[in-house]
């Protein structure tokens, strides 16, 4: 990885343009072969495309997070992975919802998604919230325990979806024929979608230090939407070839599996202290303010898909000016 950043640092920027915006065309192309493949994967296996959303184009997705995470707690710094999942959860409704949303206007979906996936969304984000605060004395952390419970809760979510949730199959015609093809399809679009994340953000952060933006803004937006780039380019992609369905899958499950996927791996491999590693103090914004907005963030959405059982524009602006109020709070930092 350094090797890379050094690559990049030493290119003229002209070249820097140019990697970035090879990385959006890669972006776009590999989300375009993802949805098309999860489409199929819907189809073939008979389970609705909120389903696929749910599980396999969400833990894809959600894979740039996971990589984050493992590497932060084999150095030991555990709160920057429940900061990098509860950040992202919150980007992923306010900024990538809230696009999504303004985009199409309005947003009509299957009433399972607010009644079950929904409601499991808000039941994990408690959760997190229960094991971040209690259970440890005086320390926050989530320890190996409390980390296979969410596993546990990951694998039983998993089992019913696939075991009781099946549709008739539809005779949709697909230009995906075989499922050597579909495999193939995700594959090269599951690697397009991160290589070309990962080259527009590498290749912003060199020009953003050359026209002398501050570290911790850079940190606040360009890296912090990295990781939420997958979600936002497959879910903006789903939106354009009219899989909302897909889109709004992608989103909750993404969420779910930040939490109880995600953070139970890196509880696993070492419990996660909510502590500021420099001052050995709790991290109180963690603590005390992206923990609780996720949370909030969480229930604002549920109650945007409640009201007459769709999600409109105005509901998508709320959301979009959450995201901006996170951002410019996250850089201003809190009194707490």
Partial sequence: MEIINQ??????????????????YALIK????FVESAVFFAKKFRVSEVIIGLTLVSIGTSLPELAT???SALK???????????GSNITNIALVAGVAIIMLGTIRFDKKLLTRDMLFMIGTTVLLVIF???FDGKNYAINRIEAGIMLAFLVLYLYYLFKFEHV?????????KSMTIAILFFLIGFVGIFIGSELMVQNVIVIAKRLSIPDGVIGATIVALGTSLPELSVTITSILKKRSDLSLGNIVGSNIFNILGILGITGIIRNINIF?????????MTLFFTIPLALFIALLFLIFMRTRWELNRIEGIVLLLC???????SFIGLPV
């Fill in 7 to 24: 690559f990049f640092n030493n290119l003229p920027t002209i070249l820097n343009f140019a990697f970035f915006i090879g990385g959006l």
């Fill in 30 to 33: 590999g989300s375009d072969l």
């Fill in 69 to 71: 995470n493992i590497n």
């Fill in 76 to 86: 030991g710094r555990t709160a920057i992975a429940i900061g990098n999942v509860t």
């Fill in 132 to 134: 971040s605060y209690f």
């Fill in 168 to 176: 008739e199959e539809e005779a949709e015609e697909h230009h995906i």
């Fill in 276 to 284: 500021d590693k420099l001052t050995n103090t709790p991290d109180t």
């Fill in 323 to 329: 995201y901006f109020c996170f951002i410019a709070l």
